[in-house]
């Protein structure tokens, strides 16, 4: 490219740059072959600039920027804008950045009056003649005088030097494009939600002072390191004001814009409103939460970028964060996107789903008049999110409003809930404890008319056993058989009442040796509880234990054992017998074993039953020196004499 370019020249060579641009791949050979015929010198000098833009998307840079390496190369004009050049009482520092609609350079204001920092914006000085360039210049001066906000960088003074060139000074801002701000943090969603409201508030002032940005983007919003926004570049921003000089400052087919974030209507070149900034503002806010772009992007040409954006719904910001990795992502993966939010892609997913996605697909409608109505509306919808509360996006359904009440209101409805939990709990265990009283007071009265008829029977039946003065020679055994076959006669009509007094009858014989008349008796209870099993289960086990211990009297070793096993194994496997019962059927078990010369399990089955009566709380010698006699007669049994005298001694003892 030739080294000796004046601004005229620098002028027709970006006008035929951007008019290729806007056309396609095929076109814009076409086009650069008829500039070739007609002007060879400017056909080279617009491919050269055209190649040198492509090592940069052309979405994010207004064309002339494709020439901020070349720039260096201009008329003196620009070469003196160089560090400790003066522009009115501000000295060049260094160069902060390029545009096309200036350049802008870190700048001192260092006189008697006071020193401080500015960034200082020169109009370039190849449009110094062209009067709608330095109007628009003027005209970005004069929006920024007008807007006195805390979030938008503010004017500080402004000048034209002795060329004509026209300069503006602005409050000098230190900080990172936003979402670099929030990545480089890991802000949350809620935090990053936080600072976005700033970035509406202050747009939304920019609304009243009726001034449209147009050109909002991260590049454009700093945060500083105290975390403060400063919205910037209000270069190409549009007056709300309808003045025919107004108007003239965009003229038909001029579109300064960044595709990626500009509007349907800005692309197609319609009449702009504030709308256009709240669709803008949707796209920033869907890259703040997502780390994506709002569209699935074959790839970043301008013209495939603006077809897309007129033509393609976007995706949910829940859809577009679990996205595989695509051209124009902002982050390489799911998971360094939902890490740079402090999530995961399923959680972060489910944290955007909902309220988020009506947001951001409002705010992005192709139809402006469906979109939210201004940058103000999009803050209170963002705010009211935040709070809990339901958002306008959102179908108003019940369902919708309970759930945001429940997140809303989550301590109060868990203790609501929980009292609620707590009265039901103690209606069931008032309506439990009734039922239970109910069946206790029936127990109680059963119980007590068995008692009662157990009473009169035994009453009735030792008034006709008991020998009058005359009869002399009765002896107990004869009692006995007489109250046996009464209760055989007439018996109970409970049969639990009835087996209990055959175990007692038995247990009386026993001891008296009249072991045939007990055997009959014991077997006769062991038939009636088996028919009232299994409530009867651990009674059956007690008529078992003495059915073993008769048989065992009788040398009937073998069906002692059976009887004394039976009874061992329903005791243990049932609840709740006791250790004492489960010691009493081993010390009858480990009998009947050294009947039948099994010492090793009498052995084993003794040492269990001393273990069970030693550990047992209360008074236990009786059973203790039982247990203690079983395991020596044992031992005497397998000749181990010396261990079976010391715990006869232990049983004596």
Request: with cysteine; net charge neutral.
């Given at each position: ?14 006008d035929a740059a951007d008019r290729a641009l806007e056309l396609d791949a095929g076109e814009r050979l076409a086009f650069l072959t008829r500039c070739a015929t007609d002007d060879p010198a400017l056909a ?81 000085a190849w449009s110094a003649g062209d009067e709608r360039k330095v109007q628009r210049f003027l005209e970005e001066r004069q929006i920024l005088a007008a807007l006195d906000h805390p979030d938008i960088a ?175 992502s902002r982050d390489a993966t799911a998971e360094r996107a939902a890490a740079a939010r402090r999530s995961t892609p399923a959680k972060l997913q489910r944290r955007l789903a909902g309220d988020l996605d ?296």
């Amino acid at each position: 490219m030739t080294a000796a370019l004046q601004p005229p020249d620098w002028r027709r060579i970006f006008d035929a740059a951007d008019r290729a641009l806007e056309l396609d791949a095929g076109e814009r050979l076409a086009f650069l072959t008829r500039c070739a015929t007609d002007d060879p010198a400017l056909a080279e000098n617009v491919r050269a600039l055209l190649e040198s833009g492509e090592s940069a998307s052309p979405l994010d840079h207004p064309a002339a920027e494709f020439a901020a390496p070349m720039l260096r190369e201009l008329v003196p004009a620009v070469t003196a804008a160089v560090p400790d050049t003066w522009f009115g009482p501000y000295r060049i520092i260094r160069e902060l950045g390029r545009g096309g609609m200036g350049a802008v350079y870190l700048a001192e204001r260092s006189d008697d009056q006071y020193q401080k920092q500015v960034a200082l914006k020169i109009l370039p000085a190849w449009s110094a003649g062209d009067e709608r360039k330095v109007q628009r210049f003027l005209e970005e001066r004069q929006i920024l005088a007008a807007l006195d906000h805390p979030d938008i960088a503010g004017l500080l003074d402004g000048g034209i030097t002795t060329e004509g060139v026209p300069w503006f000074a602005m409050e000098f801002v230190e900080g990172l494009h936003i979402d670099r701000y929030c990545d480089e943090r890991s802000m949350s969603i809620e935090e990053r939600l936080n600072l976005f409201c700033r970035v509406c508030g202050a747009v939304q002032y920019a609304h009243r002072n009726l001034v449209v940005h147009r050109d909002l983007k991260p590049a454009n919003i700093l945060v500083t390191a105290e975390g403060r926004v400063r919205l910037l570049d209000f270069g190409i921003a549009k007056l709300l004001r309808g003045s025919v000089a107004d108007l003239e400052l965009t003229i038909p087919g001029e579109r300064i814009l960044t595709p990626l974030y500009a509007s349907p209507e800005q692309i197609r070149g319609e009449p702009i409103s504030t709308a256009s900034d709240v669709y803008s503002l949707g796209v920033l806010l869907n890259v703040l939460i997502t780390g994506q772009y709002p569209y699935r992007l074959a790839n970043l040409e301008q013209h495939d970028v603006a077809r897309v954006v007129l033509e393609q719904e976007p995706l949910r910001p829940s859809a577009g964060v679990v996205a595989a990795e695509r051209p124009g992502s902002r982050d390489a993966t799911a998971e360094r996107a939902a890490a740079a939010r402090r999530s995961t892609p399923a959680k972060l997913q489910r944290r955007l789903a909902g309220d988020l996605d009506a947001v951001v697909l409002k705010a992005l409608d192709k139809d402006p008049s469906r979109r939210y109505a201004s940058a103000e509306q999009l803050e209170t919808e963002l705010s009211r999110h935040l709070a809990g509360l339901p958002v306008s996006a959102r179908p108003e359904t019940r369902a919708y409003h309970a759930r945001k009440f429940v997140r809303r209101h989550r301590a109060g409805v868990a203790i609501a809930a929980a009292v609620a939990v707590l009265v039901l709990t103690f209606g069931i265990v008032a309506t439990f404890q009734s039922s239970q009283i109910r069946a206790q007071a029936r127990r109680i009265a059963v119980e007590r008319d068995r008692a009662m008829e157990a009473n009169r029977f035994l009453t009735k039946l030792f008034r006709t056993a008991v020998p009058g003065r005359f009869d002399r020679g009765v002896t107990s055994r004869d009692i006995l058989d007489s109250a046996t076959a009464r209760i055989e006669r007439e018996g109970l009509s409970d049969p639990e009442q009835r087996a209990n007094l055959m175990v007692e009858m038995a247990r009386t014989y026993h001891p008296l040796n009249i072991h045939d008349q007990a055997r009959k008796i014991a077997e006769r209870s062991v038939t009636l509880r088996r028919t009232m099993q299994p409530q009867s289960s651990l009674n059956l086990a007690e008529s078992l234990d003495l059915l073993g211990s008769i048989l065992l009297a009788q040398n009937q070793v073998g069906p002692a054992e059976s009887a004394y096993r039976e009874a061992l194994s329903l005791r243990r496997g049932l609840r709740p017998a006791s250790d004492r019962d489960v010691a009493r059927s081993l010390v009858g078990l480990a009998s009947a074993l050294r009947a039948h010369r099994q010492l090793a399990e009498a052995e084993s089955l003794s040492r269990e039953a001393l273990a069970l009566d030693e550990r047992r709380r209360g008074d236990t010698r009786a059973d203790v020196a039982e247990s203690t006699t079983g395991l020596a007669r044992v031992l005497l049994d397998k000749g181990e004499h010396r261990q079976a005298v010391r715990h006869f001694r232990n049983a004596l003892a």
